[in-house]
């Protein structure tokens, strides 16, 4: 089963709980859904299945998760804006170092991979926590016209896209695409996902 099917099973379940790092999980296991045809458990709550079955029978527009490539075009423009951001840094610190602190430009002559990595998390995690935090899309996703939702749809929380932002520097989370799936870890880890708008 796919892990839309078991949404749709689980949301009307009266054991149902909401867990931000993983979506919808079994009040009872903690755990996110993981039966072969059936739940043992499954408790229907009437009001929230007719509220569910209302929702879904009412007109609204389908919404299409993204492809793989507006996802790689994405990374590809976001990451040119990173890199972007890097350097107007590096030559702000550059020009303080010279005209205020001129003895300590050998600052800039020492290579520290551990410093640049921490400075890159600071940048990354600031520019997609502002962007898909207050507008749910980064520059990326403006010319894809793609946006950041949870998996019910709705616009997610600022917490869900730190959550979300942080997981992106999770070791090789660029691979988790290369499979079928348009969804990477960091989607799965913050329950969010990237559709298409128009």
């Known amino acids: 089963m796919t892990r839309e099917a078991y949404l749709k099973i689980c949301s009307v379940c009266t054991h149902h709980k909401k867990n931000l790092s993983l ?23 009437a009001d929230l299945a ?6 879904a029978t009412a007109a609204k527009p389908e919404v299409k998760t993204a492809s793989q490539s507006k996802r790689f075009a994405n990374y590809l423009i976001d990451q040119i804006f990173l890199l972007g951001c890097a350097l107007f840094i590096g030559v702000g610190v550059g020009l303080l170092l010279l005209y205020v602190f001129p003895d300590h430009m050998y600052i800039l002559d020492e290579e520290n991979k551990l410093v640049e990595y921490l400075l890159g998390f600071v940048i990354a995690m600031l520019y997609y926590s502002f962007f898909e935090g207050f507008t749910g899309r980064s520059l990326g996703k403006f010319f894809t016209k793609t946006k950041v939702v949870t998996e019910e749809g709705a616009r997610p929380g600022f917490k869900t896209i ?37």
């Open 23 to 45: 979506g919808i999980v079994c009040g009872l296991s903690g755990r996110i859904a993981d039966f072969e045809d059936q739940c043992d458990s499954l408790s229907i709550d």
């Open 162 to 198: 730190f959550i979300r932002s942080l997981c992106r520097h999770i070791p090789f989370n660029a691979f988790s695409f290369l499979g079928s799936e348009t969804t990477g870890w960091h989607d799965k880890f913050s329950g969010t996902r990237v559709v298409e708008i128009e």
């Open 50 to 55: 007719t509220m569910v079955a209302a929702k």
